[in-house]
């Protein structure tokens, strides 16, 4: 949404702990041109679930996106709930207009609050190392 653009290709790599097995992972290509964090983040977790071993600890996940394309060709279905599509879109450009202004740790997800979780600190490294 930031930087405009759609895809319409998912894919994602899974290495797991200690090379006790092969990676894994897949893609998947779809039927439409979309930058919806939704509808992304529904095929992303379907195809996860679809290709991951979740016996063995997982030690690193790699997602990306092929066919990107400025935000002109999105594509739109019958199906498609167009206002429901608007309010997304406004919600994710306030986000990132919060983000932008105050910084990446001033909207969180309340499982970033646990313990062990990384992202604020992961948040205030620039390259890997000590931002601040």
Same mark, same amino acid.
């Given at each position: 949404v930031? +930087?405009?653009l759609?895809?319409?290709?998912?894919?994602?790599?899974i290495? /797991? !702990?200690?090379?006790?097995?092969? $990676?894994?992972?897949g !893609?998947?290509?779809?039927?439409?041109?979309t930058?919806? /964090? +939704?509808?992304?983040?529904?095929?992303?977790? *379907?195809?996860?679930?679809? &290709?991951?071993?979740?016996?063995? $600890?997982?030690?690193?996940?790699?997602? *990306?996106?092929?066919?990107?394309? $400025?935000?002109?060709?999105?594509s739109?279905?019958?199906f498609?709930?167009?206002?429901?599509?608007?309010?997304?879109? !406004?919600i994710?450009? *306030? =986000?990132? !207009? =919060?983000?932008?202004? /105050?910084?990446?740790?001033?909207?969180?997800?309340?499982?970033?609050?646990?313990?062990?979780? &990384?992202?604020?600190?992961?948040?205030?490294?620039?390259?890997?190392?000590?931002?601040?």
């Amino acid at each position: 949404v930031d +930087k405009h653009l759609v895809t319409n290709h998912i894919s994602i790599g899974i290495g /797991y !702990s200690k090379d006790v097995i092969k $990676p894994t992972g897949g !893609s998947r290509k779809l039927d439409i041109y979309t930058n919806s /964090y +939704k509808l992304l983040n529904e095929y992303v977790l *379907a195809l996860f679930k679809e &290709t991951t071993n979740r016996e063995v $600890p997982i030690r690193r996940m790699s997602i *990306a996106f092929g066919n990107v394309k $400025p935000e002109e060709f999105a594509s739109l279905t019958l199906f498609t709930d167009v206002e429901k599509e608007k309010d997304e879109r !406004s919600i994710q450009q *306030a =986000i990132l !207009s =919060i983000k932008k202004k /105050y910084g990446k740790n001033s909207i969180i997800k309340g499982m970033d609050l646990q313990e062990k979780a &990384t992202t604020r600190k992961r948040n205030k490294l620039v390259g890997g190392h000590n931002g601040e």
